[in-house]
C-alpha cells in the first residue's frame, strides 16, 4: 500500500474508501474456530508471590522471612544497627538507620525494606511493617510487628507521658512526630530541612525547648529503637 500511494495516489485513496473494499477489511472469511472439551479432565490454577534475589533465587515468603531472620542471627557484628537494636538502643541514630538499610539491600538475597514489607504482608497479614520490626522480630518473633506510625505513636507516649509542654513546643512536638513516622530516627543536622528551617531550625526549636531538645530527641531515637 505505501507504494500503491506513492505510484498512484488517486487510486490508492479511492480503493481505501470504497465501502466494499472496507467492509471486507473487517469481514473477510476466517477459519472456523474449534473448542475441545474435556468433560473427565480438572484444571487446576494457582498463584505464587515470589522474591528474586540479587542473586537470581527466588523465594517464597516464608523462606524469604526465614533467610531473612537467619542473616539478621548471624551478623550483629558485621552491622552495628544490628546490634544497636539488639544490645543499645541508646545509640540509634539517622546514621545507624541508614547502614542498615543499605547493607540489607546489598546482600545476594536482595533484603530491601520493600521486598520485606511484602514478604511481611503475604506471611503475617501486615501490612507496612517497619524496618526495625523486621530485624526485632527476626531475633525474637515474641517482638511486636509494627508500621512506622505505631512505633511513633508508642515512643511518643513513653517519652512524653507525665510532662506538660507550651502550645509553641507541642508546634514543634508534631513535626517531630511527623518527621519520626516518615524517618524513624532524628539528629540535628535533620532541623535544615523543610519541615524545621523554613520556621528557624535547630536554633529556634532548641530555644523553645529551653536549651533542652538535644537530650528529647535522643530520648526519642531510644525509644523509638526499643
Not at 479511492?14 to 468433560?39: G, H, N, S, W
Not at 557484628?77 to 541508646?90: N, Y
Request: aromatic share 10%; hydrophobic share 40%.
Amino acid at each position: 500500500m505505501p507504494a500503491e500511494l506513492k505510484r498512484d495516489f488517486s487510486g490508492a485513496m479511492k480503493l481505501l474508501q470504497d465501502e466494499k473494499f472496507q467492509k471486507l477489511l473487517t469481514d473477510y472469511p476466517r477459519p472456523k474456530r474449534t473448542f475441545v472439551i474435556a468433560y473427565e479432565t480438572e484444571d487446576t490454577v494457582s498463584s505464587a508471590w515470589l522474591i528474586r534475589g540479587a542473586d537470581g533465587k527466588e523465594y517464597k515468603p516464608a523462606d524469604y522471612l526465614t533467610a531473612f531472620a537467619e542473616f539478621v542471627k548471624d551478623n550483629p557484628e558485621h552491622i552495628q544497627a544490628i546490634s544497636i537494636l539488639q544490645k543499645q538502643p541508646d545509640k540509634w541514630s539517622t546514621a545507624a538507620l541508614s547502614e542498615l538499610r543499605e547493607k540489607l539491600a546489598s546482600t545476594p538475597q536482595h533484603f530491601t525494606v520493600s521486598n520485606l514489607q511484602k514478604a511481611h504482608e503475604v506471611h503475617y497479614q501486615k501490612a507496612l511493617v517497619d524496618i526495625i520490626s523486621m530485624v526485632k522480630h527476626a531475633t525474637d518473633e515474641q517482638n511486636p510487628l509494627l508500621t512506622a506510625e505505631e512505633r511513633v505513636e508508642r515512643a511518643f507516649n513513653k517519652v512524653t507521658t507525665g510532662k506538660t509542654f507550651t502550645k509553641e513546643q507541642l508546634q514543634w512536638l508534631d513535626r517531630i512526630k511527623a518527621h519520626l513516622a516518615e524517618n524513624l530516627s532524628i539528629d540535628e543536622e535533620d532541623f535544615e530541612l523543610p519541615i524545621f528551617s523554613r520556621l528557624g531550625g535547630w536554633k529556634k526549636a532548641n530555644g523553645i525547648f529551653f536549651g533542652e531538645l538535644a537530650p528529647l530527641i535522643h530520648s526519642f531515637n531510644q525509644a523509638i529503637a526499643i
